[in-house]
T-cell receptor, first 109, second 115 residues
Framework: GQNIDQPTEMTATEGAIVQINCTYQ??????LFWYQQHAGEAPTFLSY??LDGLEEKGRFSSFLSRSKGYSYLLLKELQMKDSASYLC??????????WGAGTKLIIKP | DTGVSQDPRHKITKRGQNVTFRCDPI?????LYWYRQTLGQGPEFLTY????????KSRLLSDRFSAERPKGSFSTLEIQRTEQGDSAMYLC?????????????FGPGTRLTVL
């Protein structure tokens, strides 16, 4: 079957660094997406990885290991506005996104 | 605003009524997706269009749900004989359909409450 696992909730301190992990199992693989979703709003695209390694985009970085079926999203210099849910989604062989349930990130001052 | 738009943003209805939602994708995007999302869950795939053709529909979707994209531009999602379990956020997303990146961009969603 197809499955995405990510922690339900994480807490971090403003100014710190946090890493949100995601493991996936899909029928075929065409890339791994991370989206940010604030409460009551739609998901917004953060990053896409299809090759192994780290992609850096400002304060946010995303890592992929295809052999391990593993990705993480790294958020640096945390700000209060980063409090949101972070959704991991893997694209399968049919180019459909398989979604995780999301990780709720709580930032404390 | 050239993003994905959805209408209405909120809908409250009584059980048994029919509702219809509209989605206008980013203008040059060929692919359009409908998802449903409940609190604490990721989006659940409902159906997907490539231009005007409905290419896939979730097996979990009952026959009370139907979607159209008649001219390959905007799309409608209709739910007939609504049930309380249909209460959710209905999200529309579009993508260019070009290249394997094919990032999906979401609209603001329609929040449905069935009383």
């Amino acid at each position: 079957g197809q499955n995405i696992d990510q922690p339900t909730e994480m807490t971090a301190t403003e100014g710190a660094i946090v890493q949100i992990n995601c493991t996936y199992q899909t029928s075929g693989f065409n890339g791994l997406f991370w989206y940010q979703q604030h409460a009551g709003e739609a998901p917004t695209f953060l990053s896409y990885n299809v090759l192994d390694g780290l992609e850096e985009k400002g304060r946010f970085s995303s890592f992929l290991s295809r052999s391990k079926g593993y990705s993480y999203l790294l958020l640096k210099e945390l700000q209060m506005k980063d409090s949101a849910s972070y959704l991991c989604a893997a694209m399968d062989s049919n180019y459909q996104l398989i979604w995780g349930a999301g990780t709720k990130l709580i930032i404390k001052p | 605003d050239t993003g994905v738009s959805q209408d209405p943003r909120h809908k409250i209805t009584k059980r048994g009524q029919n509702v219809t939602f509209r989605c206008d994708p980013i203008s040059e995007h060929n692919r359009l997706y409908w998802y449903r999302q409940t609190l604490g869950q990721g989006p659940e795939f409902l159906t997907y269009f490539q231009n005007e053709a409905q290419l896939e529909k979730s097996r979990l979707l009952s026959d009370r749900f139907s979607a159209e994209r008649p001219k390959g531009s905007f799309s409608t999602l209709e739910i007939q004989r609504t049930e309380q379990g249909d209460s959710a956020m209905y999200l529309c997303a579009s993508s260019s359909g070009e290249g394997h990146t094919d990032t999906q961009y979401f609209g603001p969603g329609t929040r449905l409450t069935v009383l």
